[in-house]
């Protein structure tokens, strides 16, 4: 008892807010959504597929599905349908709970759907419809490039009993349209190598990309670092282009005189490859590759309709090429003694590039000047020459060549060979001196064993060759 006392002193307030509440804010008292945001119920709306290429035909099926199902006596909308799309009556659907058959309902004409179903669903209780949503299936054909709004606009799905009815001001959804119009024409460049040393070549492909078959054009190519052009050696055309015509200076022409069909390129097909040449004089940096149709000429469509050429992203590359040798390391030996030849093994040459890289030189890739017998003594300057991509750059070290050491004809010890000692060795002779085993040796000029007149020559030959 005490309990249910209780309990209706509670019942007692909460019914006095609620009489409050509606006394205060009339609008809550209404027992039906008004507004048109669905009183609460959100629409999902969802196209497939929402991007289409400009100028395709196909199709778009929308679906709009309720947060909740409604039960509902009917429903009218607006069916949005953009310029040059298409419905007709059965391409729009109400969904329903409790019918597995989708229902038609739609006035192609006027883009409206209607429908009371309460005579088909009886008027009470579970009888009445449970609608869960819509599809819509639209027919595109060529379409035009632009967001496409699809779907439903003004929808009233009319709630059993009642004179009113849940409210969507929109129930679409965006389709984007985006793909170049078809009479445009994308050419773009690729080059084969990133880059190209002094010397060597690069090979440039075309392709065209376009939703149109390419008949006839004029085409001129060119690689510029802004300043400098480089000189193109050679144009090889795709084996399908009929008429082709390589015009020199980078120009290549194909399916001349208008004639229509002349080439019929398919989209994406290499146009063309063409290779740009360097040379020592040609100056570094980077190169970007354009492709330009001629004023006055054009590129023509099967159709013959002139087509609208823009251009993707030009290929670059850079031109580098040998700024300095250096020796980077100096070779094992660096002392000589005259009439021996230089010996380059420990040496190591790097060579360096514009471009910032760079690489040891192979020893059979330069040359070293003296080579042969040093014949110089002091200090001589040794030159290394390497040449690549057609430009030579040196470098230079210092090695030490001295004399080489008497070994014969030195009688009297004093470190060179003079007229003295060609008088010891007479004095021997004749016995007028004695010799220590040192100069008996130094005195055997010709290595005979023995000392006596058979040296004196080639002992005077020796000192006049000083
Ligand atoms: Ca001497
Ligand atoms: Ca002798």
């Known amino acids: 008892m005490i309990m249910a006392r209780k309990l209706s002193k509670t019942l007692a307030l909460v019914l006095c807010a609620v009489l409050c509440l509606g006394l205060c804010i009339p609008a809550l008292a209404a027992d039906y959504p008004s507004d048109t945001n669905g009183g609460g119920i959100t629409a999902t709306v969802t196209a497939t597929p929402d991007s289409l290429a400009a100028g395709a035909d196909g199709s778009v099926t929308v679906t709009v599905v309720f947060s909740e199902a409604i039960q509902c006596s009917g429903f009218n909308a607006n069916v949005s349908v953009p310029s040059g799309w298409s419905t007709t009556a059965n391409d729009v659907k109400v969904n329903l709970s409790n019918d597995a058959a989708q229902r038609a309902g739609y006035n192609a004409t006027q883009n409206t759907i209607a429908k009371a179903l309460s005579n088909e669903y009886g008027t009470s209780g579970d009888e009445y419809a449970l609608v869960t949503g819509f599809s819509i299936t639209y027919t595109v054909t060529g379409a035009a490039a632009g967001e496409q709004t699809v779907g439903l606009t003004n929808l009233e799905v009319k709630k059993v009993g009642l004179d009113a009815a849940y409210k969507w001001a929109a129930a679409t959804a965006a389709v984007t349209v985006s793909a170049p119009p078809s009479n445009a024409v994308t050419l773009e460049t690729v080059a084969s190598a990133a880059k190209v040393k002094q010397g060597e070549s690069v090979d440039v492909t075309l392709t065209l990309k376009t939703a149109d078959i390419l008949a006839a054009g004029t085409l001129q190519f060119a690689a510029s670092d802004g300043t400098n052009s480089l000189t193109i050696s050679g ?89 300095s040798i250096d020796v980077t390391t100096q070779p094992d030996t660096t002392v000589y003694v005259v009439g ?17 890289s760079s690489e040891v030189v192979p020893a059979a890739s330069y040359t070293v000047d003296p080579s042969g017998e040093l014949t110089t003594t002091g200090t001589v300057t040794v030159t290394v020459t390497y040449t690549d991509g057609g430009v030579t750059k040196t470098a230079t070290f210092t090695i030490t060549v001295n004399d080489a050491p008497i070994t014969k004809g030195d009688v009297d010890g004093d470190g060179s060979l003079t007229m003295q000692d060609a008088q010891e060795l007479f004095n021997y002779l004749v016995g007028k001196a004695t010799f220590t085993d040192e100069q008996l040796s130094q005195a055997d000029v010709n290595s005979d064993g023995s000392v006596d007149s058979a040296d004196i020559v080639p002992l005077l030959n020796l000192i006049s060759q000083i």
């Open 340 to 356: 021996e030849s230089f010996d380059p093994a420990g040496m190591v040459v790097t060579a360096t590039y514009s471009d910032g």
């Open 235 to 323: 144009i090889a055309l795709n084996t399908g282009i009929a008429g082709a015509v390589n015009e020199g200076n980078g120009k290549i022409s194909f399916g001349k005189s208008g004639s229509t069909g002349a080439a019929n390129l398919p989209a994406d097909t290499l146009i063309a490859t063409v290779t740009f040449a360097t040379d020592s004089a040609t100056p570094t940096g980077t190169y970007t590759v354009s492709v330009d149709v001629p004023a006055g000429q054009g590129l023509y469509s099967a159709a013959n309709t002139l087509l609208a050429p823009s251009f993707g992203t030009a290929a670059q590359f850079e031109v580098y090429g040998l700024t």
